[in-house]
């Protein structure tokens, strides 16, 4: 796959795009046989959407730059897809904010820990920032949790008081939001737990958010009384509505 050319011409070229980006960071050694899977249901959920930022989506990204903008601590935590999908625009974004990067797999192995910190470091050396990135020494535990999953730093995780998450599992996203933290959610399943469980969750494609923030954190936006389960009908209205708000031919 990582030898496919992918011709920008056709209709699906975006998605074509991180198709490939995802399956180079699997020959890397980056990601879990299950990345592709999860990977998948994104996608399934992306076309349902017209693969576009829609406006409730752009809205709960606003939230999300104000939040993140406001807290004291913030982290971002990223798993291994979202590492392959927009490695280049979380480090962007929390070089904006001056927090770190916090790397948290479900599926932990040193390889994979080691693939991920490889790459995060590479590019930000070719950017020329100085992230810290945080996750290959763990020692804390997320409270509620067992195993591997629970695993985190004291630095990042730990004492943040938002955190970003895209694509996290359930379970995990449950236990920060019972920590108290403001836990901002990149999610285009309207329906996941993590979508439902979140602060703010963002039901929209993880690389078009990143790029959004990038534009959003500058001017730094006020704090609402964010209405989550609002946000996230208006996602399914979406999904479910007409089919000429989807696609434009
Ligand atoms: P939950 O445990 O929260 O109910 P889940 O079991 O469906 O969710 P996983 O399989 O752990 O979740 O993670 C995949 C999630 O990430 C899916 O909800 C999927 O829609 C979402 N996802 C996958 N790719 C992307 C992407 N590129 N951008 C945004 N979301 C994505």
Redesign the pocket.
Known sequence: MSEEVVDPSHPRYQSLM?RKRISEAGVKGMLADSALI??G??EA?DYLLGEQTIPSALEATREVAARLVAAKKPVLSLNG?AIA?AAREFLTIASQLGCPIEINIFYRTPQRMGALLAHLKLLNSDLGLDVEILGGIPDAKIPGLEGPRAACQKDGILEADAILV??E??DR?EALVAMGKDVLV????PL???ARRGTVAVVD??SRVATNLIQLIPEKPEITNWDNDKALQSALDHIVGDMSDKFES
Do not use: K, Q, T
């Open positions: 991180m999860a990977h249901r994104g959920f897809n999908l895209p694509l599992d359930g996203c990149i999610d285009l399943n996941s737990r993590s494609e993880v």
